[in-house]
């Protein structure tokens, strides 16, 4: 599975322009202007909120911003072709709510996620996945399909080049018996398995112990990237909010950095899911 995603690329393509106009002295509305654009042109370009960019448009932008270096110019052009790909999740668009989350999920190299109430998708197995969408009341007849994006997500991990992935579960969601016993017991098995066989998926129990915690507001990923800024994204029902401010990855970095501090080490939560698991 090839590590590449045009969600990615747009974005990177999205900041580097806004950068460009900045540099050259611009307003979004000045530059608009110049190229008798309407200012809600550019303003969706600087916001990411396009699908597919124009590599004339981007050509258009690079002159008015005066970048004459050839090289630069190509990469830009060249990245406005990438970000106009689709990815693999395209073709589930009616399901994925434009699938944001999974494109960027995929080029990210570390993701930390907190998970208070489930297992984290990226490990769930496909019999706990399909349990937990009937439990949400997903329809019948899509609920194959959603199954199958699950289990093709998790290709990443197995991927040349896999991100880091830090899970943090609450004992909550691995006492809640999903599926009945045997489906549970099937799922921390395999949170133990795929902890084993990869050498960059660490799993992590927040016990009841702990009692009150920070992590008690909500559950939430953390993606980084080799080349672009991070990302929060805070679960929701739907498909979530995206948090991209510095301030913002610092206060949840933060967060996760107390939440880390209060879980067991990987070992120690490698035994306690055998505890669990023996219980059912």
């Given at each position: 599975m090839p590590r590449y995603s045009p969600t990615v690329r747009r974005r990177r393509l999205s900041l580097e322009l806004r950068r460009l106009r900045e540099a050259a002295g611009l307003t979004a509305s000045q530059a608009a202007k110049q190229l008798e654009w309407d200012t809600s042109k550019i303003t969706r370009?600087?916001?990411?909120?396009?699908?597919?960019?124009?590599?004339?448009?981007?050509?258009?932008?690079?002159?008015?911003?005066?970048?004459?270096?050839?090289?630069?110019?190509?990469?830009?052009?060249?990245?406005?072709?990438?970000?106009?790909?689709k990815g693999w999740w395209a073709a589930h668009d009616d399901l994925l709510s434009g699938g944001t989350y999974i494109g960027l999920e995929t080029e990210a190299s570390v993701i930390r996620t907190f998970q208070l109430g489930v297992v984290p998708?990226?490990?769930?197995?496909?019999?706990?996945?399909?349990?937990?969408?009937?439990?949400?009341?997903?329809?019948?007849d899509v609920i194959e399909r959603r199954v199958a994006i699950r289990m093709e997500r998790q290709q990443l991990l197995d991927a040349e080049n896999p991100p880091r992935l830090w899970a943090i579960i609450d004992e909550a969601a691995l006492v809640r018996p999903v599926g009945g016993p045997e489906v549970m017991r099937g799922q921390l098995e395999h949170l133990i398995a795929v902890g084993r066989q990869h050498d960059n998926v660490h799993v992590q129990v927040l016990p009841f112990s702990v009692g009150a915690h920070a992590g008690l507001a909500g559950q939430f990923v953390l993606l980084e990237f080799p080349e672009d800024p991070g990302v929060v994204h805070v679960e929701s029902a739907t498909d979530g909010l995206y948090l991209e401010t510095a301030q913002d990855l610092q206060r949840y970095q933060l967060l996760y950095?107390?939440?880390?501090?209060?879980?067991l080490s990987v070992s120690q939560s490698r035994e306690h899911l055998k505890r669990l698991a023996m219980r059912l």
């Open positions: 370009m600087e916001r990411n909120e396009w699908k597919r960019p124009n590599p004339r448009d981007i050509k258009d932008l690079l002159d008015l911003y005066k970048v004459e270096d050839e090289s630069r110019r190509e990469a830009l052009i060249e990245l406005a072709r990438q970000s106009r790909q998708g990226l490990l769930q197995t496909p019999e706990y996945a399909e349990a937990l969408m009937r439990g949400f009341g997903t329809k019948e950095d107390h939440v880390h501090a209060s879980a």
